[in-house]
């Protein structure tokens, strides 16, 4: 029996949500959401193919001792499912998928993956209001998938969907994190240690060569000297790989991925509760409208300087109404001629070429 949804209640849908990202991260959200919500009724709508896993994760959550409430949703349970997650749903968090094993990289997942969310993607255009909704595409590769999201919005709902590229979220915040962590290890002095983490941007896509992380601008600036720095630079782009080793064909990150993911949820519930009026973070995100025009303010400009790759993760100012309203093209006249000649040059035709299989399996969903 789907719980009664109030009218200022703020829904989460999470799509996979009995899987490792899914159930890590529902934790953090049953548990953590309240600080954030600003007296707001938050439900957590969870929804998983497999029936057994996202039923017990429901029960299990259950019993934690917040105010936030939750449903479970499964094909297998009801035939409307789907729609019974999604139905006013405020934020979609999508973590469905398979995950990487030893020797795969994160394309090697873009022919099952784009099915799901090809899938996903037109019950959420049946079932949401693309004005108002926000999706967070977390499965992998977070470069092509993002633009099948898109695609298959505006195939599925032509009428309704304008805009709506500015309402869908590429996860990229795990690069972040490793960036900060890998830097803070990195630079630790071991006498005298330092509890304050830096924030090191991270730009581009979110697999291999075409994760640009730009510890040039780094809050906590150290000299690194270039072997050191080009060692960070790829422990950050292929950090996930440690994961997958470690966990010898059981899968990839879940734990990390799902602290990422919820400091990104956190400040989207804080935009919907109306506590804050705009966020600002580092988004994998589209820089055209479906007519092939500037996104926003900005994305003409970042677009000349990123050989005219459609979709690119970079700083971008968001609001309630509107979505990414601005992107941060001036990011790029800051960063190092390492970054410059050497990393963005190798970012850009491999991202060029995941986004163009993903719009062409969007626009056949
Ligand atoms: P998992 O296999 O543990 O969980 C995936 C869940 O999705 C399973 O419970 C499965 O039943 C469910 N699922 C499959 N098809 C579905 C459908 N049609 N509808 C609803 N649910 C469906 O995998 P894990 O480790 O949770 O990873 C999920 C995805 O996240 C993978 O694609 C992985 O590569 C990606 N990922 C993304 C990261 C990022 O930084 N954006 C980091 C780490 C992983």
């Known amino acids: 029996m789907p719980h009664p949804i109030e009218t200022d209640t703020i829904k989460i849908a999470v799509l996979g ?19 954030f919500s600003n007296n ?10 497999n029936a057994d896993g996202v039923r017990g994760v429901a029960a299990d959550l259950s019993h934690v001792d917040t105010p936030i409430t939750l449903t479970s949703h499964s094909p297998a349970d009801s035939a409307d499912a789907l729609r019974d997650c999604l139905i006013n749903a405020a934020l979609v968090l999508i ?6 094993k030893p020797g795969m990289t994160r394309e090697d997942l873009f022919a099952i993956n784009a099915k799901i969310v090809g899938q996903l993607g037109g019950a959420i255009a049946q ?34 969907s304008a805009g709506v590229e500015r309402r869908v979220f ?13 830097l803070h290890e990195h630079t630790v002095n071991r006498t005298e240690p330092s509890y304050k983490m830096p924030y090191v941007p991270v730009i581009g896509g979110h697999s291999g060569d075409t ?33 997958v080793k470690a966990k010898n064909g059981q899968g990839s990150a879940t734990l990390s991925m799902a602290h990422a993911a919820f400091q990104v949820v956190k400040n989207f519930v804080l935009l919907l509760t109306g506590a804050a009026d705009t966020i600002s973070g580092i988004f994998y995100v589209s820089l055209l409208d479906r007519a092939g025009q500037p996104a926003c303010p900005g994305a003409a400009k970042l677009l000349a300087q990123i050989d005219g790759c459609t979709y690119f993760a970079a700083p971008v100012t968001v609001t309630r109404s509107q979505g990414v309203v601005d992107v941060d093209y001036g990011i790029l006249g800051k960063i190092s001629t390492y970054e410059r000649e050497k990393l963005l040059p190798l970012c850009l035709p491999k991202l060029k070429t995941s986004i163009e299989a993903g719009r062409t399996v969007g626009t056949t969903v």
Do not use: W
């Not at 949401?128 to 505006?154: A, G, H, K």
């Not at 590429?170 to 890998?182: E, K, P, Y």
């Open 127 to 160: 079932h949401c209001d693309l004005s108002r909704v926000f999706v967070l595409v977390i499965s992998n590769p977070v470069n092509s998938l993002v633009p099948v999201m898109v695609e298959t919005l505006y195939a599925s709902a032509p009428a309704a």
């Open 170 to 182: 590429g996860i990229t915040h795990l690069d972040l994190v490793r960036a900060s962590t890998f």
């Open 40 to 49: 707001r009724h938050v439900h957590l709508a969870l929804y998983d193919v």
């Open 17 to 35: 949500a009995a899987g490792g990202i899914g159930q890590s991260l529902s934790l953090l959200l049953k548990t953590q959401l309240t600080s």
């Open 211 to 243: 994760i640009v992380p730009l510890f040039s601008l780094a809050s906590e600036q150290q000299y690194i000297a270039q072997q050191q720095l080009e060692s960070l630079v790829h422990r950050v782009q292929y950090g996930g790989d440690e994961i």
């Open 95 to 100: 973590p469905a998928g398979v995950p990487r």
